[in-house]
């Protein structure tokens, strides 16, 4: 009896009714007033910006509510959480990195199964994801090739606290996903020039053309998806100095994303071919 009379005095049910009630009031203000902006003529920016602001607040908020209703509770739970955290900590650091690592994948979403990623110079497709590692069919060597080499990496989720993740897909509709692709073509710095990158935009229009429209349709939905403006999909060539004898033209073009490997090596095919039947 006295055990049971102990566990209702440690659980104040009126506390966890009003916590409860402002979770919820909570929620419905925050996507009530995340939809309005998002529906709002505001700028894209104004737009990302007070939605940040306005999930900031709504933490703060929350925060506030948990110290006022169990500051007793938790001020008594950290100090004795605390002596067993120290201690665990020394004992198994990386454990603790890998599911600090995995509860970082949970909520910021940088990536999910079968998009491409990179970190910490390792590049592949992402096949599974799990609590203290994830696995990634190799792609490479490096960003020379987008094929895969056949290996399989198991890389330990510590390495997402520490390094930046770079994500080259990104999923808005069940449909196909596009990329804006770049890449770099060395050329000698002569007259011969505005040749050269006329022939590259020719062969990249030429067998980027058929995509235009799907492409322009996906980067429409993900541009409303983030909240950005949209970026302009024509095939574009600009022009970069390494030094006085060379010049980079970097060719950008938006193709499907399981198929910017062939369609760069088509692109490079014909532009050769042009600069040798010239």
Known sequence: MMKLESLKVLINYEDLYI?????????????????????????????????????????????????????????????????????????????????????????????????????????????????????LLEVGPKDYTQQLTGRTICIPNSLFLANKVFNETDSVSEGRDFVLHAFKVPIENNQYWEQHRQYLLDSSKHFCEKYHEQAQAFFHKLAKKRQVDIPLIEPRVNIKFDNAKQIFLIVRVSVPVERKGTIEQDILKDYLKKCHSA
């Open 19 to 135: 916590f409860g009630a402002v979770i919820f009031t909570l929620l419905v203000l925050y996507y009530g007033i995340g939809k309005a902006i998002k529906n709002s003529r505001m700028a894209n920016d104004v737009k990302r910006r007070s939605i940040a602001n306005l999930r900031a607040l709504f933490l703060f908020i929350l925060v506030i509510s948990i110290f006022v209703l169990w500051a007793t509770e938790l001020y008594q739970f950290v100090i004795s959480l605390a002596a067993v955290v120290a201690a665990s900590a020394i004992a198994g650091k990386e454990v603790f990195l890998c599911f600090g690592g995995s509860f970082y994948k949970a909520f910021a979403r940088p990536f999910s199964v079968g998009d491409r990623i990179e970190v910490d110079g390792i590049r592949g497709d992402v096949v599974d994801v799990g609590l203290m590692s994830t696995q």
